[in-house]
């Protein structure tokens, strides 16, 4: 079993930047890759970031290149995403997706807001 907890949404103005945190707990040895999707309203969930547990490899949605950066802390068996000059369009509900070997594991979820 593995559970994943996430943090760091909430409300913030157009070029700000927020940092959004996804915890680990349970089996994380079969952990791979751990990655960030987001959901706006009337829209389908779609991948914003992905981060190899083991080498670091990363990638990212075209819309976010540049802007948000996924990151890993091994020890803390937390991974990061770092968002900046956030955009009205970037409004979603965020979701932490632990890659696994078995089945794969999704947080509930940080609602993001960029409003001015």
């Known amino acids: 079993q593995v559970q994943l907890v996430e943090s760091g949404g909430g409300l913030v103005q157009p070029g700000g930047s927020l940092r959004l945190s996804c915890g680990a707990s349970?089996?994380?040895?079969?952990?791979?890759?751990m990655g960030w999707y987001r959901q706006a309203p009337g829209k389908q969930r779609e991948l914003v970031a992905t981060?190899?547990?083991?080498?670091?490899?990363?990638n990212y949605a075209d819309s976010v290149k540049g802007r948000f950066t996924i990151s890993r802390d091994t020890a803390k068996n937390t991974a990061y995403l770092q968002m900046n000059s956030l955009k009205p369009e970037d409004t979603a509900v965020y979701y932490c997706?632990?890659?696994?070997?078995?089945?794969?594991?999704w947080g509930q979820g940080t609602q993001v807001t960029v409003s001015s």
């Open positions: 997706k632990a890659f696994r070997n078995g089945y794969d594991v």
């Open positions: 981060i190899s547990t083991t080498t670091g490899t990363t």
């Open positions: 349970g089996s994380i040895s079969s952990i791979y890759r």
